[in-house]
DNA sequence: TCATTTTACATTGTGCACAATATAATTGCG
DNA sequence: CGCAATTATATTGTGCACAATGTAAAATGA
């Protein structure tokens, strides 16, 4: 009948959106050694890579750009990443709106760390089931249609 | 030099794993106009797919194996819903440590809203740059190693 | 110029996630 | 049986996410 049809709509076996929302807080998870050793959380974790990268500081409306987060999540993030003396913020001087954040020498020594740690469990991640590559070329073409 | 390469290691557009985080978030928002429409969160939608696909009561354990959620995430979230009238949790006589989780006629009446709202908007989620079949084949293959 | 609009960030309130811990019921074992 | 271990859920505390709103600075334009 077209009832049960139609309520295969709506399993959560068929649904790329729990896959997603379940793989993305498991992966958080296998983060979970080294994120307690460099003592902060997966969202500052990937605060500090956008910060490395960057050769200058960076506003909050650029973070929130390359995370794909607004002021409500970053600002309080970023307080507590400078209480904990990871990052500097500050007013720009030209623009008053702004706030320019910039890595400090604590932080950007987590990068050793994170290096070290990520050499050591890439290889984890290998099985028959799974092709890396061909899953993040097809993270890619989703992120783009999404974004 | 190498502590360049190394530094490709910790870079945001290496990382699967913020891939799946934005790509999870991106997708709930995506579920919005729905969401909104039913009254409720992305999350007690997962638990209401659950209870629409069995037949009888499930215990909160049972819900979190599916989801992959404790009691600490779990209680609060079926709290709510039932004081929306959307499931009714009572204690099992046999067990009095299991909490039995039944859907009520309105939170089965949300699954004609939800099959009829992904009929409509499941043509969106196609361009050339994906493959949906493959993307959760390689999720299921994520899932089952993490898992 | 100066009022209007826009922009950048902050604040508030709600609802997850999840680690850690607590509590009470059940099971297992000597 | 009696009691230690296990199990099922609840509670507490912290930290995101995010919608909605607030605020002040900068840009715009008649």
């Not at 807080?25 to 500052?44: C, F």
């Amino acid at each position: 009948m077209d009832a049960n049809r139609d309520a295969l709509l709506v399993q959560l076996d068929q649904q790329l959106c729990f896959k997603l929302y379940a793989a993305s807080r498991l992966m958080v998870k296998a983060y979970r050694p080294l994120l307690d050793d460099m003592g902060i959380t997966y969202p500052q974790y990937l605060v500090l890579m956008v910060l490395w990268e960057s050769e200058s500081a960076l506003t909050v409306g650029d973070l929130g750009e390359r995370l794909i987060l607004d002021s409500g999540t970053l600002t309080p993030l970023l307080k507590r990443m400078e209480l904990n003396g990871l990052l500097r913020r500050q007013r720009s001087d030209e623009d008053e709106r702004q706030v320019r954040v910039s890595v400090t020498k604590a932080g950007k020594a987590l990068q050793v760390k994170a290096i070290d740690w990520v050499k050591r469990s890439s290889s984890q991640l290998h099985s028959e089931d799974l092709d890396v590559a061909a899953l993040q070329t097809q993270l890619k073409g989703l992120l783009k249609m999404l974004g």
